[in-house]
């Protein structure tokens, strides 16, 4: 299906003799059988008469576009489709509905919380395995490319001039609502007031925020900075922090000397992510905690390293995170359970992604940190690092048994997704004293590659009553 050369939409004149929606017939089936599934059925609309056909060949971009994008974006792979990407991408010059179109699923892929927590999980594999397993995969390449970059002084200097900074204005310049901000030692005050101009003006628009910061010895004065920041951005779902928090002069402050008269209350904020966060001293951790307490009571995803838990107070962790349902945390240490352990959030999703090995944690206080959110949780994502079954994390099973794992581990009554390393289920009777203690599990995810034959089998041993994937 291509549009006409003389479609009056085409604004460059390169597109007149390209077609613009070449797709393999396989795409197509599934484009064809969405159609067929809507009210109106526009197959049969189309084949109607020869008037229908050339009525809607001026409303493709109109009409048509809406339902196939979705579709053909779901179905086109990464890298093999990247021709099929660059031509999805110049769907954009169409016409301005479909520009429209393009930009909102890009956004979507950049500022949806579950999708960038997706993303974030499927990263920790090795890179071999990322792409063309998961449909986000497909858009973020492309999302995280039209981020808006503020790097320098410069930048957000370039960045002023060019949307004049009108206050009038209603332009949304954030094409994903994602922007990527570097603070760093070379704003001076003037360009730091610019900044905030800027976040002033447009804030509103941003829905996701990356924020890199230098090192404390050259940005000593960080966190201020950020909560005026945060003033400006009340749309904010997600937020990233990198680097090192500092306030000048200030050796033992703590969060009840942040006055929350002066913090906006960011209402719309789902996903915190600090795992590249500095917390090597009391003072970084303590600036760490003010986020948490200002900003985490409607936070639903937490991806943190494990010095933010195991370091923190059992009651302060809870007060501040009353609304926790999904929690990441890179490494795992026996420290890291205990206090998990105590702690009273509503998780529905817990991920570790490896032990420590100097702090290596029992099998015990593993499955005492899991008994705690045995009443809450549906997916628990155990990656456990991606070492060989020589390594002391398989091993762990082995310290145990079946028996003693059976009497040790409390029933999860709302567990539909279990996603392990391939070696430990390697153990027969681990999977066996899972599946008894889950008994609404429906999908068992593997987080390494398994050849097809190993699939099959793997269904085979549970009957085909749960599905098994490839994660």
Not at 39 to 47: G, T
Not at 365 to 380: D, E, K, Q, Y
Request: hydrophobic share 40%; charged share 20%; with cysteine.
């Amino acid at each position: 299906m291509a549009l006409s050369k003389n479609h009056s939409s085409y604004e460059n004149p390169d597109y007149q003799s390209q077609p613009r929606f070449f797709l393999p017939p396989e795409i197509w089936v599934q484009i064809f059988h969405k159609l067929e599934s809507f009210p109106d059925d526009f197959l049969s609309v189309i084949n109607t008469s020869q008037q229908w056909r050339e009525l809607l060949q001026s409303k493709r971009t109109t009409v048509l576009l809406p339902l196939i994008l979705p579709t053909s974006l779901e179905a086109i792979d990464v890298p093999a489709d990247a021709q099929l990407w660059n031509i999805v991408l110049s769907w954009r010059g169409l016409a301005p509905s479909a520009k429209i179109w393009v930009d909102q699923i890009l956004s979507v892929e950049a500022t949806l919380p579950t999708k960038y927590y997706q993303r974030v999980s499927e990263r920790s594999e090795p890179i071999g395995n990322w792409h063309g397993r998961s449909n986000f995969l497909r858009l973020t390449n492309f999302a995280d490319g039209r981020q808006t970059r503020l790097s320098s002084p410069q930048d957000v200097q370039n960045f002023a001039s060019h949307f004049a900074l009108d206050l009038e204005a209603k332009a949304n310049p954030f094409v994903t609502k994602h922007v990527v901000l570097n603070l760093t030692p070379d704003f001076s005050n003037e360009e730091e007031r610019s900044l905030l101009n800027v976040m002033k003006q447009y804030g509103n628009n941003i829905f996701a925020l990356t924020l890199n910061i230098m090192p404390r010895r050259l940005l000593p004065n960080s966190l201020p900075v950020l909560l005026e920041l945060f003033r400006y951005v009340p749309n904010l779902k997600i937020l990233r922090i990198n680097g090192f928090l500092g306030i000048q002069g200030v050796q033992d402050i703590f969060p009840y000397q942040i006055r929350r008269a002066d913090v906006t209350n960011l209402k719309n904020l789902e996903l915190l992510d600090l795992e590249v966060i500095d917390l090597t001293s009391t003072e970084r951790f303590n600036l760490a905690s003010i986020i948490l307490e200002l900003y985490g009571s409607h936070i639903r995803t937490l991806i943190c390293r494990r010095e933010l838990i195991e370091h923190g107070d059992v009651p302060f962790l809870n007060a501040s995170l009353p609304n926790l349902r999904c929690l990441r945390v890179g490494t795992v240490s026996s420290t890291l359970l205990e206090t998990l352990s105590q702690l009273q959030w509503p998780l529905e999703e817990l991920q570790f992604v490896r032990f420590t090995w100097l702090l290596y944690p029992t099998i015990t206080s593993l499955l005492r940190a899991i008994n705690n959110f045995s009443r809450t949780l549906n997916h628990l994502h155990l990656r456990v690092g991606w070492y060989n079954a020589d390594q002391p994390q398989a091993r762990v099973l082995e310290r145990i048994g079946e028996d003693n794992m059976e009497m040790a581990m409390e029933t999860l009554p709302k567990l539909t997704t279990l996603s392990l390393r391939p070696f430990i289920i390697e153990r027969d009777w681990f999977l066996n004293v899972m599946l008894a203690k889950c008994p609404k599990l429906k999908e068992l995810r593997l987080t390494r590659a398994l050849n097809e034959v190993n699939i099959i089998h793997m269904k085979e041993a549970l009957q085909n009553k749960i599905s098994v994937k490839d994660a």
